[in-house]
């Protein structure tokens, strides 16, 4: 629930649905003062006054092992005690903070190789390309957004020799 509070300053306590939590949520997990890889475990939910249903721990791990970020009240905080996907298999598929690091990596390569297009195909354009691959991944693990990487390649695509492929591993 929370505390609407009207023009005439008149309090109402509302009971809102899982949905007003969950952009809660998403604004907690998304502000710019974080990084990708801070794990959304005890982050907490502002604007609430208290969670209309709470789980005892046993009812809150049974319904977490199936994919669902638990919240729970703690006095008059109320924060994540699981933060999880629905994608349950691995720990790579299970743990938010997995997903947000892969898409911060994807966005800033694209914003690296983005410079590239169009550019003269010159045979130095690769060694460039791998240079500044290899500042972005070490900027990366020296910012703690990745543990370690290993396997940079830039390479010609031999389905298509105007195009080059990029690969690299990386732990997050």
């Not at 629930?1 to 969950?22: E, F, I, K, P, Q």
């Not at 990596?105 to 240079?131: C, N, T």
């Not at 940079?152 to 732990?171: F, Q, R």
Request: hydrophobic share 40%.
């Amino acid at each position: 629930s929370a505390t609407v509070t009207d023009t005439l300053g008149r309090s109402t306590n509302l009971l809102l649905d899982g949905r007003y939590l969950a952009i809660a949520l998403a604004s907690a997990t998304t502000n710019a003062g974080i990084d990708a890889a801070t794990p959304w475990d005890r982050r907490p939910i502002v604007g609430f006054t208290n969670l209309a249903r709470t789980l005892d721990a046993v009812q809150a791990n049974q319904t977490a092992q199936n994919g669902v970020t638990i919240l729970e009240q703690n006095g008059l905080t109320i924060r994540v005690r699981h933060g999880l996907t629905t994608d349950m298999s691995s720990i790579l598929t299970r743990t938010p903070t997995v997903t947000q690091i892969a898409d911060e990596v994807h966005r800033r390569a694209r914003d690296l190789f983005d410079a590239y297009i169009g550019l003269k195909f010159l045979p130095s354009i690769i060694s460039q390309i791998e240079g500044r691959a290899n500042a972005m991944f070490k900027d990366l693990v020296a910012q703690k957004i990745i543990d370690s990487y290993t396997g940079l390649a830039v390479t010609i695509d031999p389905n298509d020799p105007t195009g080059l492929l990029v690969e690299v591993y990386y732990k997050p």
